[in-house]
């Protein structure tokens, strides 16, 4: 591969593109192309010509060869004279390569991305679909489900790498081969429906776009449902509900755990194996104990278990926290995220004037915000609790005291004072609480 560049009517341009020496010869009406790095070879201003005549340009006529010839010698200029342009010799041939030259030397043009050209590539070598019409149109399909994801092309293809069963799963341009593809294009219905029932179960799961910190942690979701055949009502019933429940506490684990950051492969390719060895039910231990030992190990210690607690209001990994800690509830109802004692009481002219002491207006004003101070509550009872009093708002919630005792231990409140007063307490109370039945979920 050679960088080529265009000479064009008007001023010269620096057009780089990508051709080899035999296409590099081939010209049409508007353009005469030579290959750059030939202009290192002219020590002379009379090379220019000697150049251009070796090359057959004079027979294009003479209107074209005096064009040309100005073009070159500006360029021989710019190089030889003005030197005004660094260059480096790049002698290895791999496209990976090229093409990540080729997206460096054209950041400074119409922005494209490696995936853009993987789908050139793509396009080219599929058969039946065109495969930029598809990839595009399906990652928007799957981006307005629910309250919407943020999938991009990148992860697509990554998907088709892993689903297809190609032992390299790398995001480089050599897996993205003739025979590679072909493959891909014979198994994209299957592919597109499996990753589109990964993100619709994530959906019913309570997640969207905000809240699911690493698209990566789909691609096992759709690797297992691509091997069952991605059922249609798999999300819904109750034939598969055990499988959903595993698959939502690896979830929020492998979420929690940050498991997909840094190299996704290391971790994609054992869990696909352990999925594609694994029976009839998501391999949820299996792959706990594939992992176990590694640096991307799912389990939990104590000290990862108590830094829990210093995710606050509004966070994406609060969410994870929150729905794992509540396993009972269906998340396709809207669920908010809401401060047990309200927010806005929490200024220090209000807590002073509620006669709280000036040593704990810190205490209160670094805390309210923190998980210890969120529940999960569905919209309609969030808005109606608005910015009532805690000890007030469930006294009128709940008159039933059974009815409230069962409120309480859904969401983890202490049975202490639960004034505004004794709100150090019950801060201090209810990380317990979370801390403990984490730590019995995860067993």
Same mark, same amino acid.
């Given at each position: 591969?050679?960088?080529?560049?265009?000479?064009?009517?008007?001023?010269?341009?620096?057009?780089?593109?990508?051709?080899?020496?035999?296409?590099?010869?081939?010209?049409?009406?508007?353009?005469?192309?030579?290959?750059?790095?030939?202009?290192?070879?002219?020590?002379?201003?009379?090379?220019?010509?000697?150049?251009?005549?070796?090359?057959?340009?004079?027979?294009?006529?003479?209107?074209?060869?005096?064009?040309?010839?100005?073009?070159?010698?500006?360029?021989?200029?710019?190089?030889?004279?003005?030197?005004?342009?660094?260059?480096?010799?790049?002698?290895?041939?791999?496209?990976?390569?090229?093409?990540?030259?080729?997206?460096?030397?054209?950041?400074?043009?119409?922005?494209?991305?490696?995936?853009?050209? =993987?789908?050139? %590539? &793509? $396009?080219?070598?599929? #058969?039946?679909?065109?495969?930029?019409?598809?990839?595009? !149109?399906?990652?928007? @399909?799957?981006?307005?489900?629910?309250?919407?994801?943020?999938?991009?092309?990148?992860?697509?293809?990554?998907?088709?790498?892993?689903?297809?069963?190609?032992?390299?799963?790398?995001?480089?341009?050599?897996?993205?081969?003739?025979?590679?593809?072909?493959?891909?294009?014979?198994?994209?219905?299957?592919?597109?429906?499996?990753?589109?029932?990964?993100?619709?179960?994530?959906?019913?799961?309570?997640?969207?776009?905000?809240?699911?910190?690493?698209?990566?942690? =789909?691609?096992? %979701? &759709? $690797?297992?449902?691509? #091997?069952?055949?991605?059922?249609?009502?798999?999300?819904? !019933?109750?034939?598969? @509900?055990?499988?959903?429940?595993?698959?939502?506490?690896?979830?929020?684990?492998?979420?929690?755990?940050?498991?997909?950051?840094?190299?996704?492969?290391?971790?994609?390719?054992?869990?696909?194996?352990?999925?594609?060895?694994?029976?009839?039910?998501?391999?949820?231990?299996?792959?706990?104990?594939?992992?176990?030992?590694?640096?991307?190990?799912?389990?939990?210690?104590?000290?990862?278990?108590?830094?829990?607690?210093?995710?606050?209001?509004?966070?994406?990994?609060?969410?994870?926290?929150?729905?794992?800690?509540?396993?009972?509830?269906?998340?396709?109802?809207?669920?908010?995220?809401?401060?047990?004692?309200?927010?806005?009481?929490?200024?220090?002219?209000?807590?002073?004037?509620?006669?709280?002491?000036?040593?704990?207006?810190?205490?209160?004003?670094?805390?309210?915000?923190?998980?210890?101070?969120?529940?999960?509550?569905?919209?309609?009872?969030?808005?109606?609790?608005?910015?009532?009093?805690?000890?007030?708002?469930?006294?009128?919630?709940?008159?039933?005291?059974?009815?409230?005792?069962?409120?309480?231990?859904?969401?983890?409140?202490?049975?202490?004072?639960?004034?505004?007063?004794?709100?150090?307490?019950?801060?201090?109370?209810?990380?317990?609480?979370?801390?403990?039945?984490?730590?019995?979920?995860?067993?």
């Amino acid at each position: 591969m050679n960088l080529v560049a265009p000479s064009t009517d008007g001023d010269f341009q620096y057009d780089f593109q990508f051709l080899t020496k035999k296409e590099y010869k081939q010209n049409d009406e508007n353009h005469v192309w030579f290959v750059v790095g030939d202009i290192l070879n002219l020590t002379e201003a009379v090379d220019v010509n000697d150049f251009l005549l070796e090359n057959d340009i004079s027979e294009l006529g003479k209107e074209k060869f005096r064009y040309a010839n100005k073009t070159l010698f500006k360029l021989y200029e710019v190089i030889h004279k003005n030197k005004s342009i660094n260059f480096f010799l790049e002698k290895d041939e791999s496209l990976d390569k090229v093409l990540n030259i080729f997206i460096r030397v054209n950041s400074g043009g119409t922005q494209l991305s490696y995936s853009d050209l =993987l789908l050139s %590539i &793509a $396009t080219a070598q599929w #058969k039946e679909k065109d495969a930029r019409e598809e990839i595009t !149109s399906f990652v928007d @399909e799957i981006n307005s489900i629910g309250d919407g994801f943020n999938i991009n092309k990148d992860f697509v293809l990554k998907n088709c790498l892993v689903l297809s069963g190609f032992k390299d799963i790398a995001f480089k341009v050599d897996n993205f081969n003739q025979e590679n593809m072909l493959a891909i294009e014979n198994k994209w219905d299957d592919i597109t429906k499996a990753i589109k029932a990964s993100v619709v179960l994530l959906d019913c799961l309570g997640y969207h776009r905000d809240t699911l910190t690493s698209n990566n942690a =789909l691609i096992p %979701i &759709a $690797t297992y449902l691509y #091997k069952l055949g991605s059922p249609d009502n798999f999300s819904e !019933s109750s034939k598969y @509900e055990a499988d959903r429940q595993k698959i939502f506490k690896w979830l929020v684990m492998v979420l929690l755990k940050r498991t997909f950051g840094g190299q996704p492969d290391n971790v994609l390719r054992p869990i696909r194996d352990v999925i594609n060895d694994s029976g009839d039910s998501f391999p949820f231990d299996e792959i706990i104990m594939k992992l176990k030992g590694s640096t991307k190990s799912i389990s939990f210690d104590d000290d990862e278990i108590e830094n829990l607690l210093f995710y606050q209001y509004g966070q994406a990994y609060t969410y994870s926290v929150l729905a794992f800690i509540y396993p009972s509830l269906d998340f396709r109802n809207k669920f908010h995220q809401d401060h047990i004692f309200p927010k806005k009481l929490f200024t220090a002219k209000r807590l002073e004037k509620r006669g709280i002491a000036d040593d704990d207006i810190d205490f209160y004003l670094d805390n309210y915000n923190y998980l210890a101070n969120i529940q999960l509550l569905e919209g309609v009872p969030n808005q109606e609790k608005s910015g009532t009093d805690f000890d007030v708002w469930i006294k009128e919630k709940y008159p039933n005291k059974e009815d409230r005792k069962a409120y309480m231990e859904r969401n983890y409140i202490p049975d202490i004072d639960l004034s505004l007063e004794n709100f150090k307490e019950f801060i201090q109370q209810r990380e317990k609480l979370i801390v403990s039945a984490f730590k019995n979920l995860l067993e």
